[in-house]
């Protein structure tokens, strides 16, 4: 098969905010700079970061998400009929008790600006290989409310609501292509916390049936994605929560595994199999053989670097259930998915890249 994108080697998008990054955000924050100001700051910071990350041997690119604070706030408040507020429930958030903002709806939701196409077109300059841009899933302004979060003079006809939602990505994904943007990731959370009980279980609480929303989604996801040009590359990422190398649910794919390979019209699914959170390998039988599985067997939210070694274990564990010719190497989640990055130095961090790309050449002589 032949992959291009994704690659052979590939991640998930997040980088660790290098200190000029993080230092003068928060001096933007306290109002010491002004938005121009940081965003030449963050340019400079994110050309220096790609060479760094060409330097690896990966092929495909992004700008870190240096201008974000969260993984899917910032893009997802760009439209109209969000409103960011409350908090989302975790039993597995750290210490600090933490959890992430939650979004609502409270009006009629509408794409009126590009979003990422501005930063796209800065990496598209400063990068020799394939740039990437991740998104959040749009299924994300819809779990983790459920009805109740979604104004209902707004909406009381949910088809309309995700008719509209769809809308608004598919205007995105259209000026993003016609800046030249060939690869696009969905960073999806909601299918893989449909993989734990305890998710499972508020998901009922809410109203929702958690056998019925992974089709649901499906419908959803594929009304955005198609119809697109065929040199367009669809990958989709499900991530079980990711801040301070702590995370948010648990639980292995089999739940949602036949609707999402089977049902969601992507190219390629980067998961998450970095540790006994994720389950076994045995979902990945339901994977028809057009598709690509990424493979998180690489962690982003410990220091220790994986040997080659174990990565190839990893993989040929994972060739019991499909095709090694259809499957790439990744970590595992972004290195950053917030602000605040992952338990991790900077050296750390470009080791895992250069170590995964190694193994990737060693499996597949790519």
């Known amino acids: 098969m032949k992959l291009n994108p994704p690659f052979r080697a590939d991640h998930v998008g997040s980088l660790l905010r290098t200190p000029r990054v993080a230092e003068n955000r928060a001096r933007w924050k306290n109002g010491e700079i002004s938005a121009e100001a940081l965003r030449l700051i963050e340019n400079q910071e994110i050309a220096e970061t790609v060479k760094r990350l060409e330097s690896t041997g990966m092929k495909a690119v992004t700008d870190g998400e240096f201008r974000r604070d969260y993984f899917h706030l910032d893009f997802l408040q760009q439209l109209d009929g969000v409103t960011i507020k409350g908090n989302i429930t975790s039993s597995h958030s750290g210490k600090d008790g933490w959890t992430p903002p939650s979004l609502s709806v409270t009006g009629k939701l509408k794409h009126v600006r590009n979003i990422q196409v501005d930063d796209f077109n800065f990496l598209k300059s400063v990068t020799t290989e394939t740039p990437k841009v991740s998104i959040p899933s749009p299924t994300m302004v819809h779990f983790r409310g459920g009805r109740q979060s979604i104004d209902i003079n707004s909406y009381p006809d949910l088809d309309e609501f995700f008719s509209d939602l769809a809308a608004c990505y598919r205007a995105e994904i259209a000026a993003l292509y016609a800046a030249g943007c060939r690869y696009i990731q969905l960073d999806d959370t909601n299918l893989a916390y449909l993989c734990d009980p305890k998710m499972r279980a508020d998901a009922i609480s809410r109203g929702d049936d958690p056998n019925e929303l992974p089709r649901t989604y499906s419908a959803l996801i594929n009304s955005v994605i198609d119809n697109q040009p065929e040199d367009l590359t669809f990958g989709i990422h499900l991530c079980r929560g990711n801040y301070r190398s702590t995370w948010f649910a648990e639980g292995g794919y089999e739940p949602v595994a036949e609707i999402l390979f089977n049902s969601i019209n992507v190219h390629a699914y980067f998961l998450e199999y970095d540790d006994e959170r994720s389950g076994d390998f045995a979902p990945l039988r339901f994977v028809p053989n057009n598709k690509v599985v ?73």
């Not at 982003?300 to 190839?312: G, R």
């Open 294 to 366: 990424v493979l998180g067997v690489m962690s982003s939210k410990v220091a220790d670097l994986e040997s080659s070694d174990f990565l190839i274990q990893r993989v040929k564990e994972a060739a019991k259930y499909m095709p090694l010719e259809n499957m790439c190497l990744s970590p595992q989640c972004g290195f950053s998915s917030t602000h605040h990055g992952n338990a991790l130095t900077h050296d750390q961090q470009w080791a895992k890249f250069e170590r995964l790309v190694q193994t990737a050449q060693t499996i597949w002589g790519e």
